[in-house]
């Protein structure tokens, strides 16, 4: 399918975002700051996943972990070992703060479970160009507002949100049944997520 670029949110739409936990982790063979995780979405067997969050997150602090994976992205091949999925986190090392976080489902729900803020996705297949081309940032909603553009939340929402811009909107990275995305501690509000 070609890039509908008029289409609200097309290039989000092109990204299947799945949650899973994380069921193994092993350092790279082959490159010091990478881990090999084994990431449970749902499917038959766990996927092999390469990291670069070696120097942020421990590996005590990632097995059994709920994490958000990019699942369509086409597999590449990190120092010999071959990557099905890209996980996502939030950071705002270039902001001039000290955080990197894995984006987490703010509740437990199912391995597999799609992001799609209920949006249909267009695409079976994604490449880095296309992740380029979205943006997401994290921030706290106040009086109904994310980083200045009105947001829909349910009741429950965590402090802090992932939302998916396109112009001047704004929708919470979510499953569409009320489960949005958040980190696990304090980040600088507008931090880019992906």
């Known amino acids: 399918m070609a890039d509908e670029v008029n289409e609200p949110f097309a290039a989000f739409r092109r990204l299947d975002i799945r949650v899973g936990t994380v069921t193994e ?8 700051k990478l881990y090999v995780l084994k990431v449970d979405v749902g499917e038959e067997e766990p996927r092999t996943v390469v990291t670069n969050i070696k120097s942020f997150y421990p590996p005590e602090r990632m097995v059994g972990r709920k994490l958000m994976l ?17 996980l996502m986190a939030a950071e705002d090392l270039d902001m001039g703060g000290s955080s990197l976080q894995l984006l987490d489902p703010a509740y437990d729900v ?7 803020c209920g949006m249909e996705i267009s695409e079976s297949r994604a490449d880095m160009k296309h992740v380029e081309r979205v943006t997401m940032k994290i921030a706290k909603v106040v009086d109904g507002k994310f980083m200045g553009m009105d947001i829909e939340l349910p009741g429950n929402a965590p402090e802090r949100i992932v939302a998916v811009i396109d112009g001047d909107k704004a929708v919470p990275l979510s499953d569409g049944n009320g489960c949005l995305v958040t980190v696990e501690s304090d980040i600088m509000d507008g931090a880019p997520a992906l």
């Open 70 to 86: 990019i699942s369509n992205l086409k597999p590449a091949n990190f120092r010999g070992v071959k990557s099905f999925g890209m």
């Open 25 to 32: 982790v092993a350092d790279h063979p082959d490159a010091e």
């Open 110 to 116: 199912p391995n597999g479970t799609r992001f799609d």
